[in-house]
């Protein structure tokens, strides 16, 4: 079955700067790759996905990359801001159901 | 309109009792699901059910059972509960074909002792 790695656990930045969140799949068949944000206590949110066609996806401050050769795809927030804070899993899946979750990245934007 | 609801919202239960989690969605979705989330684990698929009548395992599907009863409510089922088992659990509903990802319910705190 699909394998998703996800790094780093934890990341900390400062306010209104970048951050990076990396994953990798082993599944070369997926072709959908959502990105869930859960705030402290709450149930996960689509933020953003990609398909296996798109290289690049963007909305507002958030944007998404997939390097499908390398099996590679990344989370990047710019101009982050508190309410950012939060774990963010990355996913992967063949079409839009039963999706492999990476072990999640728990982000802290430091005012 | 509710989207995905789950009862109950905490539960403690003694090693070896047995409980039902139940889920129901209002958004007509064909496809519905039950994951476990344990710190540093992420979410992980126990068991789905791609649509009314169908059920299939999932990453970690050993201890548990469920049923989908009408193409709104599929329940998770605990026959004897193990500490192992302390979790929270999330149902999710999709529609097969839609870009809208999964709805989550708020989840299923459940302590076993």
């Known amino acids: 079955g699909e394998n998703v790695e996800q790094h780093p656990s934890t990341l900390s930045v400062q306010e209104g700067d970048s951050a990076v969140i990396k994953c990798t799949y082993s599944?070369?068949?997926?072709?959908?790759f959502p990105w869930y944000k859960q705030e402290l206590g709450k149930r996960p949110q689509l933020i953003i996905d990609?398909?296996?066609?798109?290289g690049e996806k963007k909305d507002q401050r958030i944007a998404v990359t997939l390097n499908k050769t390398a099996k590679h795809f990344s989370l990047h927030i710019t101009e982050t801001q508190p309410e950012d804070s939060a774990v963010y899993f990355c996913?992967?899946?063949?079409?839009?159901?039963?999706?492999?979750f990476g072990t999640g990245t728990k982000l802290q934007v430091i005012p | 309109n509710a989207g995905v609801t789950q009862t109950p919202k905490f539960q403690v239960l003694k090693t070896g009792q047995s409980m039902t989690l139940q889920c129901a969605q209002d958004?007509?979705?064909?496809?519905m699901y039950w994951y476990r989330q344990d710190p540093g684990m992420g979410l992980r698929l126990i068991y789905y059910?791609?649509?009314?009548?169908?059920?299939d395992k999932g990453e970690v599907p050993n201890g548990y059972n469920v049923s989908r009863l009408n193409k709104r409510e599929f329940s998770l089922r605990l026959e004897s509960a193990a500490p192992s088992q302390t979790s929270v659990y999330f149902c999710?509903?999709?529609?097969?074909?839609?870009?809208?990802?999964?709805?989550f319910g708020s989840g299923t705190r459940l302590t076993v002792v």
């Open positions: 059910s791609a649509s009314e009548g169908t059920t």
């Open positions: 990609i398909r296996s066609n798109v």
């Open positions: 996913a992967a899946s063949m079409g839009y159901q039963k999706v492999t």
């Open positions: 958004m007509n979705h064909n496809s």
């Open positions: 999710a509903s999709s529609e097969k074909g839609s870009r809208d990802g999964y709805t």
């Open positions: 599944d070369s068949a997926s072709n959908y």
